[in-house]
Antibody, heavy 118, light 106 residues
Framework: QVQLQESGPGLVKPSETLSLTCTVS??????????WGWIRQPPGKGLEWISS???????FYNPSLKSRVTIFVDTSKNQFSLNLASVTAADTALYFC??????????WGQGTLVTVSS | DIQMTQSPSTLSASVGDRVTITCRAS??????VAWYQQKPGKAPKLLIY???TLEIGVPSRFSGSGSETEFTLTISSLQPDDFATYYC????????FGQGTKLEIK
């Protein structure tokens, strides 16, 4: 049974870069069956897809965030990571990592709350 | 970008009721639509994919239908555990979620 666990700082200053890592266990991130993605949810609001990646390095980005987002994978550690640059208070959210099986997200991490504040 | 518009935003219902949530896409997405259930403080749970395919382990009272631009999620007989927020999700072109439907106890 796959498990995903987000990690990273809970507090980031405005204009800095938010960096999160998702550690996958119980499955190989190098599987040809899955993509791996990041989704966020501002407090009290809905879900917003950020980015997805395949183990070969193929990436997909939400057009509205593309200029600030980088996603990358470390197959040796069975992890994938997200960098979001130039953050503002609008980037405060619960950030989830998830596995996409043919694109619907079938397994999710528990989420990590990131607050942008000075 | 493809927009997904859910209705209603809030739905009040009772245990045993049949409820339907609708999601409209701003352009055709074929049948590349999924539905999720989310409870407060928890990650979303996949219920249905490819518009009508039930995820393994999901009770059969949940069903999905639709194609092209209009989709529905139906719960045939509400159970206490079903009161939650539901999201639709298109994945034909990148990913977009609907804004959510909160299902409340009447």
């Amino acid at each position: 049974q796959v498990q995903l666990q987000e990690s990273g700082p809970g507090l980031v200053k405005p204009s800095e870069t938010l960096s999160l890592t998702c550690t996958v266990s119980g499955d190989s991130i190098s599987s040809d069956y899955y993509f791996w993605g990041w989704i966020r949810q501002p407090p009290g609001k809905g879900l917003e897809w950020i980015s997805s990646i395949f183990h070969t390095g193929t990436t997909f980005y939400n057009p509205s965030l593309k200029s600030r987002v980088t996603i990358f994978v470390d197959t040796s550690k069975n992890q994938f990571s997200l960098n979001l640059a130039s953050v503002t208070a609008a980037d405060t959210a619960l950030y989830f990592c998830a596995r996409a099986r043919g694109n619907p997200f079938d397994s999710w991490g528990q989420g990590t709350l990131v607050t942008v504040s000075s | 970008d493809i927009q997904m518009t859910q209705s209603p935003s809030t739905l009040s219902a009772s245990v045993g009721d049949r409820v339907t949530i609708t999601c409209r896409a701003s352009q055709t997405v074929s049948n590349w639509v999924a539905w999720y259930q989310q409870k407060p403080g928890k990650a979303p749970k996949l219920l249905i994919y490819k518009a009508s395919t039930l995820e393994i382990g999901v009770p059969s009272r949940f069903s999905g239908s639709g194609s092209e631009t209009e989709f529905t999620l139906t719960i045939s007989s509400l159970q206490p555990d079903d009161f939650a927020t539901y999201y639709c999700h298109q994945y034909v072109s990148h990913s977009t979620f609907g804004q959510g439907t909160k299902l409340e106890i009447k």
